[in-house]
């Protein structure tokens, strides 16, 4: 950082558990189990859960990777059928696919919302789609009035990945309810947290009572009964985790309002700045900001994205240039299509043609090159965003051609 940096402030560091965490793991630490099905944390996390999320049926889990693993299991995804996923997300979203032998394929986004672009998606459906998966990435919802459409029209399954948008609204209405199937992360990095630990939910009754089977090696705890019928992992919750999640939740709305506040505030005044474009919510939606993405736009500047990075983070500017270092179809595991030991049993036995190095989004290759992240975070003060607003300002008008 240079001197007098202009966010002459330390980061402001939210506190994160508190009284209601301890205060449920105290009533925990009498029960006389810690298996969720035992105990009574689970019960209030779901309970909690149900009370901000109306869904029929819900599964608490390890992490937001098995909620989306257990989602594409109990879909009763075939080998070599295919769900169409965003290029930018997390790894997570993929990785259950590919363990229940399906086949990510890979759609670009739009160039201001980061999402699925439903035209796109609209392309590369084939007789073996069978969902697709929404992720609200950094708390943006997704289009979901022109992807459940397209859902419809081709007879898919939409899927929501919401583990980056906790407290994210479409249209009014929380994100999950849209699609057929819904799941959320409790990482340490999202906006609640439990250490580790997911959520998977649906309306579907056929669908919602299989969850808790393809998250616990398919035993059916409420008769007792093991033989499973089927494979399954153990993605089980605990009850320290169902315990510090529960309480987590409680807060949700605070937490979201707070950087819902933080990102219309940032918005609001980079409006005008040269060259930026800043991320778009569509009228009605709310934005969670899990992160703050924005743009710089090409042969306005001076600077290279990295230099731009670098001249915000001298002026004090928590940020980070750029996102993922490249699509998730980039990432070397896809390339080598090394999924099984060097091996991928269903294109090697012809159920899918699947050619990652052939893969091309050229808008999300083009966004994870020129995008800024701002780091928001629900202890940020009006005058703590001021400081970070007028540095960005400044940092463009000075690299500004
Ligand atoms: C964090 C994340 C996941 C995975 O969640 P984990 O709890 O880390 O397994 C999946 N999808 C997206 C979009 C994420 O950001």
């Given at each position: 950082?240079?001197?007098?940096?202009?966010?002459?402030?330390?980061?402001?560091?939210?506190?994160?558990?508190?009284?209601?965490?301890?205060?449920?793991?105290?009533?925990?630490?009498?029960?006389?189990?810690?298996?969720?099905?035992?105990?009574?944390?689970?019960?209030?996390?779901?309970?909690?859960?149900?009370?901000?999320?109306?869904?029929?049926?819900?599964f608490?889990c390890?992490?937001?990777?098995a909620a989306?693993h257990i989602a594409a299991a109990a879909l009763r995804?075939?080998?070599?059928?295919?769900?169409?996923?965003?290029?930018?997300?997390?790894?997570?979203?993929?990785?259950g696919?590919?363990?229940q032998?399906?086949?990510?394929?890979?759609?670009?986004?739009?160039?201001?919302?980061?999402?699925?672009?439903?035209?796109?998606?609209?392309?590369?459906?084939?007789?073996?789609?069978?969902?697709?998966?929404?992720?609200?990435?950094?708390?943006?919802?997704?289009?979901?009035?022109?992807?459940?459409?397209?859902?419809?029209?081709?007879?898919?399954?939409?899927?929501?990945?919401?583990?980056?948008?906790?407290?994210?609204?479409?249209?009014?209405?929380?994100?999950?309810?849209?699609?057929?199937?819904?799941?959320?992360?409790?990482?340490?990095?999202?906006?609640?947290?439990?250490?580790?630990?997911?959520?998977v939910?649906?309306?579907?009754?056929?669908l919602?009572t299989g969850l808790a089977k393809w998250g616990d090696k398919y035993y059916?705890?409420?008769?007792?009964?093991?033989?499973p019928?089927e494979l399954a992992p153990?993605y089980?919750?605990?009850?320290?985790?169902?315990?510090?999640?529960?309480?987590?939740?409680?807060?949700?709305?605070?937490?979201?309002?707070?950087?819902?506040?933080?990102?219309?505030?940032?918005?609001?005044?980079?409006?005008?700045?040269?060259?930026?474009?800043?991320?778009?919510?569509?009228?009605?939606?709310?934005?969670?900001?899990?992160?703050?993405?924005?743009?710089?736009?090409?042969?306005?500047?001076?600077?290279?994205?990295?230099?731009?990075?670098?001249?915000?983070?001298?002026?004090?500017?928590?940020?980070?240039?750029?996102?993922?270092?490249?699509?998730?179809?980039?990432?070397?595991?896809?390339?080598?299509?090394?999924?099984?030991?060097?091996?991928?049993?269903?294109?090697?036995?012809?159920?899918?043609?699947?050619?990652?190095?052939?893969?091309?989004?050229?808008?999300?290759?083009?966004?994870?090159?020129?995008?800024?992240?701002?780091?928001?975070?629900?202890?940020?003060?009006?005058?703590?965003?001021?400081?970070?607003?007028?540095?960005?300002?400044?940092?463009?008008?000075?690299?500004?051609?």
């Amino acid at each position: 950082m240079k001197p007098n940096p202009i966010v002459d402030e330390l980061l402001p560091s939210p506190r994160r558990w508190g009284a209601e965490e301890l205060s449920r793991l105290t009533e925990m630490v009498g029960q006389s189990s810690l298996f969720y099905w035992q105990g009574t944390q689970t019960a209030h996390l779901l309970a909690e859960f149900r009370r901000q999320y109306p869904l029929a049926y819900a599964f608490p889990c390890s992490s937001g990777s098995a909620a989306l693993h257990i989602a594409a299991a109990a879909l009763r995804l075939q080998p070599g059928e295919e769900v169409i996923v965003p290029a930018i997300t997390d790894m997570g979203s993929v990785i259950g696919i590919l363990y229940q032998q399906g086949v990510p394929v890979f759609a670009d986004v739009d160039p201001r919302s980061f999402n699925l672009d439903p035209a796109d998606v609209r392309r590369r459906i084939t007789p073996r789609t069978r969902a697709i998966m929404a992720v609200h990435l950094a708390g943006n919802p997704c289009d979901m009035k022109a992807l459940t459409a397209i859902a419809r029209e081709h007879k898919l399954v939409v899927i929501e990945d919401c583990a980056q948008a906790w407290g994210a609204r479409w249209q009014g209405e929380p994100v999950g309810l849209q699609g057929e199937v819904a799941c959320y992360s409790f990482n340490d990095f999202k906006h609640i947290s439990c250490g580790d630990g997911g959520m998977v939910a649906t309306n579907a009754a056929d669908l919602g009572t299989g969850l808790a089977k393809w998250g616990d090696k398919y035993y059916d705890r409420s008769t007792g009964g093991r033989d499973p019928g089927e494979l399954a992992p153990n993605y089980r919750i605990s009850e320290p985790q169902a315990a510090v999640a529960a309480a987590q939740l409680a807060k949700l709305g605070g937490i979201v309002a707070a950087r819902e506040r933080a990102g219309k505030f940032l918005t609001a005044k980079l409006a005008d700045a040269p060259g930026l474009l800043l991320p778009q919510v569509r009228a009605g939606d709310t934005h969670s900001y899990w992160f703050y993405l924005l743009r710089l736009e090409p042969g306005r500047f001076r600077a290279s994205r990295d230099e731009f990075a670098e001249a915000l983070a001298a002026e004090g500017v928590a940020c980070a240039a750029g996102y993922l270092s490249r699509p998730v179809y980039q990432y070397p595991v896809f390339q080598n299509h090394n999924f099984f030991a060097g091996y991928w049993p269903v294109r090697e036995l012809g159920s899918t043609t699947m050619d990652y190095r052939q893969v091309s989004c050229p808008v999300a290759e083009d966004i994870l090159k020129d995008c800024v992240k701002l780091t928001v975070n629900e202890a940020m003060t009006e005058t703590y965003l001021a400081k970070v607003a007028s540095a960005v300002r400044q940092v463009a008008q000075r690299l500004a051609k």
